[in-house]
């Protein structure tokens, strides 16, 4: 039995910034298919996998995420670091590009605040500089290749945010295996404010990039 296929609608010339939505709109339908039995299966693969790449085991402090219902779940990552006595800092998503973080407080603090936003902590936001404090980065993507390029929601969120990260601190990135992609084959769209990821994650296992 065949696996997901991989979404690449991409033909001819076509803009970068086209070309995401083009991508992106195909990735989410597929993401939308995923059973939830498989999902919750694939959280599970995550939360093992994360925990043996060497820079988060060694973490005491980890930027992540709380993942959206059709994304490559996090529940189980999250409630493992936070067992481990990890500092877990998640996103809060301000008005338009506003940039911050708080302190992972528990799956019952997780509240959705708006459609379609993440689930967000409730307790006090630190600052967009807060990220600075993490030891690695797990970030969520759509989409990476094997060049680093990460495919992100849109709007630059995470591009900006890790600005403020400390040098040499490591990102990576978390999706669904058919959401790999080979850059010699198929290239993802890149634009020169987009920021590389270090490494890929998946429910499979996980890699160094390039």
Not at 2 to 7: D, E, K, Y
Not at 43 to 58: K, L
Request: hydrophobic share 40%; proline share 10%.
């Amino acid at each position: 039995m065949s696996g997901p296929v991989q979404p690449y609608p991409l033909h001819g010339s076509i803009e970068a910034e086209d070309a995401k939505e083009i991508l992106r709109k195909a990735i989410r339908t597929n993401r939308q298919a995923r059973s939830e039995r498989l999902r919750k299966e694939a959280a599970a693969a995550i939360a093992d996998v994360v925990e043996t790449i060497p820079e988060v085991a060694a973490a005491t402090c980890v930027a992540t995420y709380a993942a959206r219902p059709a994304e490559p779940g996090t529940t189980e990552m999250l409630e493992r670091l936070s067992a481990r006595g990890v500092r877990v800092l998640l996103p809060v998503l301000g008005a338009g590009l506003q940039r911050d973080w708080a302190v992972y407080d528990g799956p019952a603090d997780l509240q959705v605040r708006a459609p379609g936003r993440p689930p967000e902590p409730g307790t006090p936001p630190l600052g967009a500089e807060a990220i600075a404090q993490a030891d690695v980065v797990v970030a969520p993507a759509l989409a990476v290749d094997s060049r680093g390029v990460r495919l992100g929601q849109g709007g630059g969120w995470y591009d900006r945010a890790l600005e403020h990260l400390r040098p040499g601190t490591k990102v990576v990135a978390v999706v669904f295996p058919e959401e790999v992609y080979d850059a010699s084959d198929r290239p993802l769209p890149v634009e020169s404010h987009d920021k590389t990821v270090d490494a890929v994650a998946t429910p499979l296992g996980w890699r160094w990039l390039p």
